[in-house]
């Protein structure tokens, strides 16, 4: 049972039915997450706005989708692997990638780069090593791509913790949560 409650247009503020609206003119449906989130309008409001500027960084939606699965597994969160097992999916990204992503592979090297990279940042709280740095660079990216992938990681971050803290109720297909590499 949810720990925050999943509001609905007949239970929420004039503030949190508008975002609700968007959601639903935006996708069809208003995911629990985003049900969840509405209990703090300005909150959900500032946190989509930050999510539709990541969609026009300089990472592919595959490379944000990785990032979003290894995460996802990586705090262990049912909702996010979820979510973002449907989200990869439906953005064209196959099975086998989606699985490998959720236990911090890739079948392509600039993905892998890409992951290894978001795993250094989380492992090391962002105290990453130069090598780090060194090893993402020469697989090809810059130091906006640096950026985009702390952004990615810290939308991911805070889709993670509400949904681990609300305990939201899983509304997309359930996946396996996978055990994160080491």
């Known amino acids: 049972m949810p720990r925050v409650q999943v509001l609905e247009n007949v239970n929420a503020s004039e503030e949190a039915k508008s975002f609700l609206d968007a959601v639903m003119g935006k996708i069809g449906k208003v995911p629990n997450f985003f049900a969840t989130i509405a209990n703090s309008p300005k909150t959900a409001s500032a946190f989509s706005q930050f999510n539709s500027a990541l969609a026009e960084s300089n990472l592919s939606v595959e490379e944000r989708e990785a ?3 290894c995460q996802a597994s990586f705090h262990g969160c049912p909702y996010c692997s979820a979510a973002h097992t449907a989200i990869a999916q439906a953005s064209g990204v196959d099975e086998t990638e989606v699985i490998l992503n959720r236990i911090q ?3 392509t090297p600039r993905t892998q780069a890409v992951i290894d990279f978001t795993m250094a940042v989380l492992n ?3 105290a990453i090593t130069d090598f780090a740095v060194k090893a993402f660079k020469n697989a090809g990216f810059a130091d906006a791509h640096i950026v985009d992938v702390i952004a990615v990681i810290t939308a991911n971050t805070f889709t993670n913790y509400v949904n681990l803290v609300a305990q939201t109720d899983v509304d997309f ?3 396996k949560i996978s055990e994160p590499k080491a």
Do not use: E, F, Q, Y
Request: net charge positive.
């Open 105 to 107: 592979r890739s079948s």
């Open 124 to 126: 090391d709280r962002g």
């Open 67 to 69: 990032i979003a699965l």
């Open 173 to 175: 297909p359930p996946v």
